[in-house]
């Protein structure tokens, strides 16, 4: 059982305490302690007429509460936040309330286009991914310029030739009578020219090997195997898409005293999808003694003398 006390009785007996202890320190220097109606009277005739409670749930304002005579019990619950995002902080959903934290952003991991991005908000942090090739400590070389290409000779491994190389007459289009379209792809197409003219390779020939591969992701094994075609799977914006690439030698061999290469190179990409691209190399490195190179070709393998042209 509970001592009732209404707030008219607990009014007045605040009132009679104050002017009982006033008039004490008025009329003497007793102290006012000493005053015994400053005590609440007991008050056994409301117990008696107790009425059964009628709660309220408590909420994030309120502790449980009656209804009828305002008893609280207890406190109030926590507040129920919710729908907190980078942006806004969380709000009860009960009185309205903000939270006074935000919620953390919700990352999206880095890819080779983008650095890691809040999918809620758009803030980035960070970099793109390096792409492999340059992971591996190779660059790509300038489209359209004349490139000294220096190989050891066939013959002879100590001495080199120096060939005038060339990758130029990038173009990018949907599709044309020997491209096919693919819906969301475009053709990116390039031509390749190397000449050796030099002593060196009239006397001991040169070896090379050639190919395709991925700037981002260079696997020489898929991108090149035996043939002039082939696809690869490329990652663009974190999404992977099955890219196809074929070439086509326009012109090899002797031409007088010079050996000449002429290569159109074309791949299928997402539009937009930069990191196609072409090798050339010394074949001899990777199959030492022989002109042809062989299909156990490891894109770690290359050396100093590979050049690489992306169709950007
Ligand atoms: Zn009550
Ligand atoms: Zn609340
Ligand atoms: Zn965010």
Redesign the pocket.
């Known amino acids: 059982m509970r001592k009732m006390t209404t707030p008219t009785m607990m009014l007045l007996m605040l009132s009679i305490a104050l002017a009982l202890v006033l008039a004490a320190g008025c009329a003497s220097n007793e102290p006012a302690a000493t005053v015994p109606a400053a005590r609440a009277p007991a008050e056994p005739e409301v117990e008696e007429t107790a009425h059964t409670h009628m709660w309220i749930d408590a909420d994030c304002q309120n502790p449980r509460t009656c209804a009828d005579c305002g008893e609280t019990e207890g406190t109030p619950t926590a507040h129920d936040f919710a729908g907190a995002t ?2 806004e902080p969380a709000v009860c959903t009960q009185c309205g309330e903000a939270d006074s934290e935000t919620a953390a ?2 990352w999206r991991d880095a890819n080779f286009q983008e650095p890691q991005i ?1 999918t ?2 758009g ?1 980035t942090e960070g970099v793109p991914l390096t792409p492999g090739l340059l992971s591996r400590g190779y660059a790509l070389s300038e489209l359209d310029s004349v490139h000294d290409f220096e190989v050891p000779t066939f013959q002879d491994r100590s001495v080199t030739t120096i060939g005038q190389l060339r990758v130029y007459d990038l173009e990018i289009i949907e599709s044309n009578e020997t491209h096919e379209a693919r819906e969301g792809f475009e053709w990116r197409i390039a031509h390749l020219y190397l000449e050796f003219s030099d002593s060196n390779q009239q006397r001991y020939g040169h070896a090379i090997f050639y190919g395709t591969l991925d700037y981002y992701t260079p696997d020489i094994d898929s991108a090149s195997g035996p043939g002039n075609h082939g696809s690869q799977t490329v990652n663009f914006y974190g999404n992977d898409y099955q890219s196809e690439w074929k070439f086509e030698v326009l012109r090899e061999g002797p031409s007088g005293r010079a050996y000449v290469y002429e290569v159109v190179f074309s791949f299928l990409v997402p539009v937009g999808y930069d990191g196609a691209a072409i090798f050339i190399g010394n074949a001899g490195f990777i199959n030492e003694g022989s002109p042809m190179p062989s299909t156990i070709i490891l894109a770690n393998e290359f050396d100093d003398s590979t050049m690489f042209f992306g169709l950007r």
């Open positions: 980078c942006q952003h919700e809040c809620v908000c803030i």
